[in-house]
């Protein structure tokens, strides 16, 4: 089992539609989440982290859940601009090394 | 600016050659990190520097080696042992205190001719 994982999409919607992405992470130990962005051919950039209360920033609302070891991201009123690849990441705590999961492709559509 | 420059964009190696990536930061970082990104897949960490002269293996440490002898500098080699080298190899920082958030080179595309 991998230990951060995610729908690889794409996850094809409309501008101007509410879409949501989960992550689930194996490591219980794990201390801090994130959303990373990465657009196509570029290096991926922080979006946002995630709280355990939740936080919101914008059109964007992660959540976390670490009872059932799963993160989200709600991107709502998505903008062509959201196009890009969501890469949820995990930091275990040693060494503070992070985890990358594999991605979810997002393609919004006019 | 303050940033994480790495060089070249695109290198092409031949079979049997060694390569080495640059990878520069003036953000004053003291960690730095190198991965590698195959298409479709997550980053994967091949190895990180705490600090200056030191380094330890990520995940797939095989094939590769570093060095750290300045503060701002972490190149990368490729060395003939990688057998399967094409990737997407990405540079990271972070600053001390905050280690859980890593700020990213535009990264280099290895192809193998």
């Known amino acids: 089992r991998k230990e951060v994982e995610q729908d690889p999409g794409p996850f094809n919607v409309p501008e101007g539609a509410t879409v949501a992405f989960n992550c689930t992470y194996s490591?219980?130990?794990?201390?801090?989440f994130f959303w990373y962005r990465q657009d196509c051919r570029k290096e991926p950039k922080l979006l946002m982290s995630?709280?355990?209360s939740g936080n919101e920033d914008g059109r964007f609302t992660a959540q976390l859940n670490r009872a059932s070891q799963y993160i989200s991201l709600l991107i709502r009123d998505s903008k062509l601009s959201d196009s890009a690849t969501y890469l949820c990441?995990?930091?275990?705590?040693?060494?503070?090394?992070?985890?990358f999961g594999g991605g979810t492709r997002l393609m919004v559509k006019p | 600016d303050g940033g994480i420059t790495q060089s070249p964009k695109y290198l092409f190696r031949k079979e049997g050659q060694n390569v080495t990536l640059s990878c520069e930061q003036n953000?004053?970082?003291?960690?730095m990190y190198w991965y590698r990104q195959d298409p479709g897949q997550g980053l994967r960490l091949i190895y990180y520097?705490?600090?200056?002269?030191?380094?330890q293996k990520g995940d797939i440490a095989e094939g590769y080696s570093v060095s750290r002898e300045k503060k701002e500098s972490f190149p990368l080699t490729v060395t003939s042992a990688q057998k399967n080298p094409t990737a997407f190899y990405l540079c990271?920082?972070?600053?001390?205190?905050?280690?859980?958030?890593?700020?990213f080179g535009p990264g280099t595309r290895l192809l193998v001719l």
């Open positions: 953000l004053n970082h003291d960690a």
């Open positions: 990271a920082s972070s600053s001390p205190g905050r280690q859980e958030t890593q700020y």
């Open positions: 520097s705490q600090i200056v002269n030191d380094f």
């Open positions: 990441v995990v930091n275990v705590g040693a060494g503070n090394m992070l985890t």
């Open positions: 995630v709280y355990s």
């Open positions: 490591n219980s130990a794990s201390q801090s």
